[in-house]
């Protein structure tokens, strides 16, 4: 985060004296066009040795054989061309079949965590619109779960989602009975539900700080003319908020997406790198491959196919959403 | 591609240059510890003061990191990848022919031994678990354990049982009468998957059931293997003497609920230690030896435990192996046994000290004997700590489907077994 922000933050007063020298002075134009790139200079460098060089040699990894006898000289390892792909994604196979499993997973994690989050989030902004008494307590309240460390929070999750000494059992059994059993959270089918609780409580709050952003956006003028015209709190909502908040929304759903699939810290945390099946994520199936087995070929080949599954998702995705948006 | 990942290698060198403090100084060691006592905290105090010793002997500092056991396969695993990292570090001795397979330890053939102090010095059966056989071992024993059974001495009086178990049977019907009012009859660590699979080991070898043929190819769904898991997890599903709760387990909490009185027997290596510091007297509880089968089938072995330890390696990407092997001799001294092995409860390794009056306790006197009769190490093959990770999840996911009323059976056990079988490679 930081390393993509510092070139901007320089950038950004460096802006009028630039715009200044071209109408006074023609002779510093030349320096003009090579600041930019200066200054974008440490970035690059950051984001190739950051991102691309470690992605490349992910799928180079993906080609090799990649296994405990191999890892201390990565030259000895035999190449396998794509027998890695051909082993993960053959769904027949064990293997294939829970990289399957695990992949409708995190897409139903994905769509629930995303959509829920979302709703929320828009829901809280729209109400907190309005100036009113304590509006301010309750924007800090609502920002909390995003501004704590994610181990911190999860930890705390896990303990609360204990069975015998967990807060959440203890609300629920103890002092409203809904349940006669204690029901399990961390282990079995209510795993799924823990973990998408949790990943709400972490990323609505996002959510909630664009959509407000968003709103401060929207001419005030607008709600009163739609007032004039008799629309009601349900008509302003759909025919002014939510049109005008169309960028944001664009934008914001796609981070919470790609956030959220690939989401490995809460699953980790919450249970301890072995998930169960019903929680399986493919972040934390794609470490166990080859974290926990040895095996870091097959890992980086789920690794290279998880990021070209992305890639298309992404790009169908903004495809879809530019073209709607020229045609309007 | 091949320019990238050159690129990558050299970016990846130098980003782990940071951390490596073997690079530093001539004199100055990074030692990784394994967490063997209550704390993480506890053991660097315990341990500092031998290490300032062993600076004052030699001139070579050593800087510990205790490093718990959830993370130490991991960054050893990338210390070896890297070869960046420590000099001299803890393993659980189970992963030695894992560890071995990456070439990245300083092999102990027999002119190395000798610079420790000589093969000889060392419990044959705790050396022979420090890799794979016929090969130099890939590291030295340093604390020697195994499994026994810890039970609350209140609740057999109270009971009205007059003394452990000694077959499984035994323990089921004791446990049932322990059972009741909140509290349980047995306590394990069902979530965690070393533990599982060393008791899936111990019960397999019971059964006459190996993880392991004799070319290392896993063998892990056999019949014997598919009734040993059984037995074990129907602790829980069917004896019922083993609180549901237990299958989330993770983090040694059978350990505090057996010191709380929460469940009055636990299977652990060397739990002294830790109960102590939970407030549970040594007094309090009896140790026993881990019970057999009444009738074991054919090929069953009298095998209840394994040959556990910790064992110390040293890195070859250390640029001081003369000092680093230094230190493993100052560690495997008779002095150093002593002081470090009756801390923590667990044995020596070197035959010299075996019968110091540290080790006469009665934790240590069943361990002992345990360890001499019948204590078989886990198998030495590089698959070793698949095995632990891939059997004791399968174990683990048993433990939520007993937890959650879901029949467990010959069929689903199998099944789970066959599957954790498919992901070797």
């Known amino acids: 985060m930081a390393t993509s922000t510092t070139p901007r933050d320089v950038a950004a007063p460096d802006r009028p004296p630039g715009a200044g ?8 134009r030349p320096r003009r066009t090579l600041l930019p ?32 006898f191999h890892i201390r000289d990565w030259s000895t390892a035999p190449f396998v061309g794509l027998d890695n792909y051909r082993m993960v994604l053959d769904f027949d196979s064990a293997a294939g079949a829970e990289l399957l499993q695990s992949f409708w997973v995190t897409v ?10 979302w709703v929320l989030g828009t829901a809280a902004a729209v109400l907190l619109q309005r100036p009113f008494r304590g509006r301010g307590i309750l924007r800090a309240l609502f920002l909390t779960p995003y501004a704590l460390p994610v181990y911190t929070a999860v930890i705390t999750w896990s303990f609360l989602f204990q069975r015998d000494t967990g807060l959440v059992n203890h609300v629920l059994v103890d002092q409203l009975h809904l349940f006669g059993d204690r029901p399990f959270w961390l282990i079995g089918e209510n795993s799924f539900a823990a973990l998408l609780i949790v990943s709400v409580w972490r990323s609505w709050p996002f959510a909630f700080l664009c959509v407000m952003a968003g709103l401060q956006n929207i001419p005030g003028d607008l709600y009163e003319a739609a007032a004039m015209d008799g629309a009601g709190f349900w008509r302003r909502l759909r025919s002014v908020t939510l049109p005008m908040l169309r960028p944001v929304n664009l934008v914001l759903l796609l981070v919470l997406f790609l956030w959220t699939f690939n989401d490995f810290n809460t699953p980790y945390v919450l249970f301890g790198g072995s998930a169960p099946d019903q929680a399986d994520l493919i972040s934390i199936h794609i470490y166990r491959s080859s974290f926990k087995t040895w095996d870091f070929g097959s890992g980086s080949a789920m690794s290279v196919a998880l990021l070209l599954f992305l890639l298309v998702v992404t790009a169908g995705y903004l495809l879809i959403t530019n073209r709607r948006r020229n045609d309007a | 591609m091949f320019a990238a990942a050159a690129l990558a290698a050299a970016s990846l060198t130098a980003c782990g240059d940071s951390d490596g403090s073997s690079a ?16 993480l905290e506890a053991d ?30 991991n960054r050893l695993l990338a210390a070896a990848t890297s070869g960046q990292g420590p000099d001299v570090v803890n393993i659980g001795n189970t ?11 300083v092999e102990f053939d027999d002119a190395t031994l000798d610079k420790v102090g000589g093969k000889d010095r060392f419990v044959p059966a705790a050396l022979a678990a420090a890799g794979a056989p016929g090969k130099p071992p890939a590291a030295v024993p340093l604390y020697s354990l195994g499994y026994a059974l810890y039970y609350n001495k209140k609740a057999f009086a109270d009971a009205g049982i007059a003394s452990p178990p000694t077959t499984w049977e035994q323990l089921a019907e004791t446990g049932r009468k322990l059972t009741g009012g909140g509290k349980w009859g047995l306590a394990v660590e069902g979530a965690n998957p070393s533990e599982n699979a060393h008791h899936a080991f111990t019960f397999g070898q019971q059964y006459g059931g190996e993880w392991f043929d004799a070319a290392g190819k896993p063998t892990f769904d056999t019949p014997q293997n598919v009734a040993a898991v059984k037995r074990y997890v129907d602790l829980m599903a069917t004896d019922k003497i083993v ?24 299977l652990w290596q060397a739990a002294g230690a830790n109960l102590k510091s939970q407030n549970m007297a040594p007094d309090a509880y009896g ?10 089938p054919a090929g069953g072995k009298k095998v209840n435990s394994m040959v556990a330890g910790i064992n110390l390696a040293v890195f070859k990407h250390t640029k001081n192996k003369d000092a680093a092997l230094e230190f493993v001799k100052f560690m495997t001294s008779d002095a150093e046994q002593v002081a470090l092995n009756k801390t923590y409860g667990s044995l020596p390794a070197v035959t010299t000290v075996a019968n110091d009056a540290a080790f006469s306790a009665p934790e240590q006197k069943v361990l002992q004997q345990t360890l001499a009769t019948t204590a078989a190490p886990l198998p030495q093959v590089p698959d070793e700590s698949t095995f632990e990770t891939l059997v004791g999840t399968a174990i683990k996911e048993l433990f939520a489907d007993a937890a959650g009323g879901k029949p467990v059976t010959e069929e689903s056990v199998r099944q789970k077994l066959t599957q954790a079988q498919q992901q070797m490679r």
């Open chain 1, 108 to 117: 139903v994690y994905t769509v629930a965590s995303v959509g829920i989050s």
């Open chain 2, 95 to 105: 992963w030695s022919a894992s560890l071995q397979a990456t070439g990245a330890m």
């Open chain 2, 24 to 39: 530093g100084s001539a004199k100055t060691l990074t030692y990784w510890a394994s967490n063997q006592g209550a704390s």
């Open chain 2, 287 to 296: 140790i026993a030896p881990v019970p057999f089968l009444a009738a074991p």
């Open chain 2, 243 to 266: 609180n549901p709760s237990n299958a989330e387990y993770a983090q040694n909490q059978s350990v505090s609920d057996f010191a709380n009185g929460k469940a009055a027997m636990l």
């Open chain 1, 37 to 68: 790139y200066l200054l974008l200079a440490p970035a690059i460098v950051l984001e190739l040795a950051i991102h691309v060089v470690p992605m490349l040699v992910g799928a180079w990894m993906s080609l090799l054989e990649l296994t405990q």
């Open chain 2, 44 to 73: 660097k105090q315990t341990l500092q003061p031998e290490l300032d010793k062993f600076e004052k002997q030699t001139g070579i500092k050593v800087n510990v990191e205790v490093v718990p056991w959830s993370d130490l396969l």
């Open chain 1, 21 to 28: 020298a071209s109408t006074k002075a023609p002779s510093r």
